[in-house]
């Protein structure tokens, strides 16, 4: 089992920025991939960004491209999304899930989820 508690969100002007954390606790050694996803009210979850564990590959959905950046700290077991130049658009909840397997866009590649954390972004 992998636990992860999602934290750093909150409320921010458009243009500003947040970074989100997400702490991993139990069998980290098994995670291959860290993701990061967001679900809009009244829309379905989707991928925002992903990262191997080893730190080598990421990847990114267009619309944060040059925007959000993710990293970890592998001393905390801790992975973080930085978010710059935000958006009304960006305003969802976002969650870090943990892969077994490498980075990829879809959710069902995810085993493990955290509760999540809203970011509002106000115009």
């Known amino acids: 089992q992998v636990q992860l508690v999602e934290s750093g969100g909150g409320l921010v002007q458009a243009g500003g920025s947040l970074r989100l954390s997400c702490a991993a606790s139990?069998?980290?050694?098994?995670?291959?991939?860290m993701g990061w996803f967001r679900q809009a009210p009244g829309k379905e979850r989707e991928f925002v960004a992903a990262m191997e564990w080893s730190g080598t590959r990421a990847a990114y959905r267009n619309s944060v491209k040059d925007r959000f950046t993710t990293s970890r700290d592998s001393a905390k077991n801790t992975v973080y999304l930085q978010m710059n130049s935000l958006k009304p658009e960006d305003t969802a909840v976002y969650y870090c899930?943990?892969?077994?397997?490498?980075?990829?866009?879809?959710?069902?590649?995810?085993?493990?989820w955290g509760l999540g954390t809203q970011v509002t972004v106000s115009s």
């Open positions: 139990g069998r980290t050694f098994s995670t291959g991939a």
């Open positions: 899930a943990a892969a077994t397997t490498g980075v990829s866009a879809s959710m069902k590649m995810y085993r493990y």
